[in-house]
């Protein structure tokens, strides 16, 4: 029988996977910009899931910070990933990157 | 060590369901609904794990946020491939038009 | 499969389709999550914690709520140098995009742009309610200001009212608020206490909120204007 806390974390590890797989596999930038957000849900709960000390203890409040930290930090890059990705859809006419294979 | 509530059990296969489906499932608006929807289940994670701070910050930001900033660059993409699309229509129409004509 | 050509062209389908070689990513991905699960399984329970140290201090802080506390104030460095994240990437907005991302049109209904102007208020009182809360209870700058660029979202959806063409002072001003209060505050400690961003615990409450409440504007402001995207320049807006 597994924790709490472990299964949070490893429901993040998992969240982790899926994230780099897509952002490798899939050609759309606005798909890779959704993954890496998706892995960064993953390291956030990670952290949040170290700091759970139980149901009755009070949680640890530096990971806390760190993970809000970083989900503003987040939607920010989020922001200019995306003006990135209109303008490379603006100058190349697709918002995809091709590979070899596909091309 | 403690015993797993069937809710955390439950919400943890709901979230990951909708991460993975967000992520690979073909139509881009889908997946961006898939991705806000999956933000606030996270927010619903954080409260369980004693964080509310960071619950409050991802619903409004993680999800809210990402969510109207990822709708707007998707309409903003279909509606420049629209244009092209129309452009090189007409284009299309005016070289057929000469090689007619000539 | 006409319909699924059109929205391909369209940019809004993407390909998902199990190739050999993603496949192959799939595997790796795979093997790395294993990985990473093992390590978390075998994950030691007794590490060094800062929990402790950090709750104990709660009294000298200014603060009750222990994260608002890590942010502002055991962790000051690390929330300057986030709002200046924050004011980088809308400058790298603004440098790469020429246009807005969105299209300002006034709504066809009457219904949005009342219910906007109802609500615009109500969000901001919300907004300011947080930062004061964020003292003692869970909130804070960064909620409160991710409320505020709620507020600029539906203002910028339902055009309310748009400034003219151009970067206006006061929106330069907004977004740089946070930054310039944080670096005020921490030269001026500095003159003061001879350490940057250590608080005297009496006044420490009060640093706090004016630091916040600047941040607050600035982050609500950055969050809407990353949504709006680039901002027209000046001569180009006509």
Known sequence: MIGTSTLYTLAGVLLFGMGLYAL???P???RKILAMNVMGTGVFMVLISIAYQGPTQRADPIPHA??????????CATGLALTLATRIQALTGSARLETDEEA | MMVVVWFDVTLVIILLVCGWLALTTPNLLRAVMLFIAFGLLVALAWVRLQAPDVALAEAAVGSGLTGALLLSTLSAMQRASQKRRSRMEAMQQSTKEEYDAG | MQDRDFNRALQADDDTRLTQSR???LALATALVAGLAAAAITFPDDFGRLAPLALD???RSGVLNPVTAVLLNYRGYDTLLEVVVLLLAIVGVWAIAPTPRIWFKTPDTPVLATFVRLLLPLMMVVAGYMLWLG???PGGAFQGGAVLGGVGVLWAAAVVWLPRAGRPFWLRLLLGAGV???VIAAVGLLFLRGNLLQYPPEQAKTVILVIESAAMFSIGATL???????YPRREEAK
């Open chain 1, 66 to 75: 760190l993970v809000i930290t970083g989900i503003v930090v987040a939607v």
């Open chain 1, 28 to 30: 759309h930038l606005l």
């Open chain 1, 24 to 26: 490798i596999a899939y």
């Open chain 3, 180 to 182: 310039a209060a944080f």
């Open chain 3, 57 to 59: 201090s709660l009294p």
């Open chain 3, 23 to 25: 496949l192959l990513v």
């Open chain 3, 224 to 230: 809407a204007m990353l949504f709006i995207g680039g």
């Open chain 3, 135 to 137: 003292a003692d209870e």
